[in-house]
């Protein structure tokens, strides 16, 4: 068994690491210790809160739970720190598609590559691998299901911009049990606009009609929370808009985080789909793109939204796996979006050295539970390179204490559904 002292000094190096974007995390909860599972590991939710860095955690769990409470996805067992940067040939700094890869496939490759190596080869995903062992398998996010980490885990193209193609490959290749998020424009042709109207900037972009398509190979299609709940199908495809589930914009007034179905309540439905599917066990990956895409437009009032609505979808999951010892789930962000920095209120004593740009000072916000605010600093409107925690729970979990690169994630869960 990890001692209790092994995990607090592996957690120290993450946390002196991390210092000073201030993340406080509580990595001890003795109910759901890895190590108290009597079954051999059979399943894996991997859950991505894409573009949440250490900075993110905390504003997050400062708005929710405040200074002594701590966040479903802090209270977990098991720590990591990961490293993020792909094999770009001219960049530092990953993007979603070469981490999301990494964390598929094991390898590094450039960024904007689907499943492919840096000579564009394909890879094999965990997901496919879970598939051939006979495993139920799913894809869950609040962006399109063709946006580069769902697509990283069912599909293989050079440029993550052909989401046409991907959204063809996870219905005629890869096919998933559960697909479920937004995206529908690339599965009704142009002149189709499906069951979401088109607008000016969102038109079907679709090459051929891959609803019925999908519908010929046993999906049930649903488009809303209510069909959505119905249905008792072990096959379903579900897409609840246009492109992502929410509307960023460059203005604050313009963004809107609110999911037509709640990330939780899509999760909820994959877990006991692909529960009731397989007998060997299934493969799930849940994905929060809100976090990422508030982040770089540097609006933190939506980022925590859409952070505190992942942060109750981890806890669907840690819920299941405490009910079922023999899941591993690992809560990882891709990349770290925005640079974001906790800072005290206050601008005669704190002024704003980021200036009226893109990255100024968001805030005050209140600190839940006390009469403190805090406000939120960005640096970028763009990725940065700085590693990202990780924390865990189940089976194979004490494989990811540490510090590591994020392809490790990919082994850990391979060797996870292998039973090993």
Known sequence: MLSKHAWISGSVVAVTALATISLTPAWADSTVHPQHSQKPPKNVILMVGDGMGAGHRQAIRLSKVGLKGELEMDNMPISGLVHTSSADPKETVTDSAAAATAMSTGVKTFNGAIGVDVDKKSITSVMEVAKKLGKATGLVTTSQVTDATPAAFGSHVADRKDQSEIARQLIENA????????????FYPVDNPGKYPDTKEQKSAGK?????????????????????????DNKILGLFANEEMFKQAPEDEGA??????????????????????????FFLMVEEEGIDEMAH?????????????FDKTVAVAKAYAKKHRNTLVIVVG???????????????KYPDESGDGLSKEDGPFPVSHSDKTFMVDWTTGNHSGTDVPLTAMGPGSERLTGVYENTHIHDVILRTLQGR
């Not at 096919?175 to 690339?186: A, F, N, R, T």
């Not at 009609?209 to 299609?221: E, F, P, R, S, T």
């Not at 006991?272 to 397989?278: A, E, F, M, N, V």
């Not at 891709?334 to 005669?348: A, C, F, P, R």
């Open 334 to 348: 891709d990349h770290e979006t925005g640079g974001l920095t906790i800072e005290n209120s206050g601008v005669e």
């Open 208 to 232: 051929t009609d891959l609803i019925k398509q999908a519908q010929k190979n046993g999906y049930k299609y649903v488009w809303n929370r209510k069909e959505l709940k119905k249905t008792k």
């Open 297 to 309: 437009q540097n609006n933190a009032k939506l980022t925590m939204k859409s952070g505190k609505a």
């Open 175 to 186: 096919q998933p049990d559960v697909i479920l998020g937004g995206g529908e424009d690339y």
């Open 256 to 281: 809107v985080y609110k999911p037509v179905v709640p990330l939780k309540n899509m999760t909820k439905k994959a877990l006991s789909t692909l529960s009731r599917k397989s007998k060997k066990g």
